[in-house]
């Protein structure tokens, strides 16, 4: 696919956006501000490895600046329920794995809310089914297609985005580790927008390597897309 962001350093060059996602330990979150990511990710859903618990600590929210953007992750969880645990901790993004229809991302959205809204892709997926979505979201994550809602740890086959024609901007997600600078430096999309990344650099659930995410941060941003 064709872009208008080459990687040469020219006047059309993009940083990639970053977001860390699966995050709860206090002292992990303070090491990782350091990298300055662009986003957060805190997992509300109870399934997960990296659930934050039914009384997560304060200190993984209030720690965080207005720099970086709080994402919270949902899985076909009630509006209600949403909007008070984002304007709880201050979240200011709503990031959605489940089956939530147009209508309830527009509701989120028109509560002045950010709004993701995640897509499980594999070699069959229909990219028109996200029409409707283009305009009570803000941005679309691509992952994984796995048995689970949620990041499976593993990478799909970024050439099927090349069926991806829609105008909203993506976060690209699913199994992006250290070694991927050289691969997301060739992959080329209009609309790519910023990584999505988690698994692929932890030590434990929910605890980040912090020389890895920094390294990784820090290459990403001196490469342009």
């Known amino acids: 696919m064709t872009s208008s962001h080459p990687i040469n350093k020219t006047a059309n060059m993009k940083i990639?956006?970053?977001?860390?996602?699966?995050?709860?330990?206090?002292?992990?979150?303070?090491e990782l501000?350091?990298?300055?990511?662009?986003?957060?990710?805190?997992?509300?859903?109870?399934?997960?490895?990296?659930?934050?618990?039914?009384?997560?600590?304060?200190?993984i929210f209030s720690l965080v600046s207005q720099s970086t953007q709080k994402v919270g992750v949902f899985v076909n969880e009630g509006l209600e329920t949403v909007r008070n645990i984002c304007s709880k901790f201050r979240i200011e993004?709503?990031?959605?794995?489940?089956d939530e229809s147009p209508g309830y991302c527009q509701s989120l959205k028109d509560s002045g809310l950010h709004v993701f809204k995640a897509f499980s892709v594999d070699e069959q997926f229909d990219f028109s089914r996200l029409e409707n979505?283009?305009?009570?979201?803000?941005y679309f994550l691509f992952d994984t297609k796995g048995k689970l809602p949620g990041g499976t740890g593993l990478k799909f086959n970024w050439e099927v985005l090349r069926n991806y024609t829609l105008p909203t901007p993506f976060f690209l997600?699913?199994?992006i580790g250290p070694d991927d600078v050289d691969a997301l430096a060739?992959?080329?999309?209009?609309?790519?927008y910023a990584l999505d990344i988690n698994s692929g650099f932890e030590i434990n659930p929910a605890e980040k390597d912090i020389e890895k995410v920094t390294e990784f941060i820090s290459q990403i941003r001196k490469s342009a897309i």
């Not at 979505?133 to 803000?138: H, L, P, S």
């Not at 060739?186 to 790519?192: E, N």
């Open 16 to 30: 990639l956006k970053i977001k860390v996602c699966g995050m709860r330990d206090p002292e992990n979150i303070r």
């Open 33 to 59: 501000l350091k990298t300055s990511p662009d986003y957060l990710g805190y997992i509300f859903y109870p399934k997960s490895k990296r659930f934050v618990g039914t009384n997560p600590n304060p200190k």
């Open 93 to 98: 993004v709503a990031q959605l794995h489940g």
């Open 133 to 138: 979505y283009t305009k009570a979201v803000d």
């Open 173 to 175: 997600s699913g199994g």
């Open 186 to 192: 060739r992959f080329k999309h209009s609309q790519l």
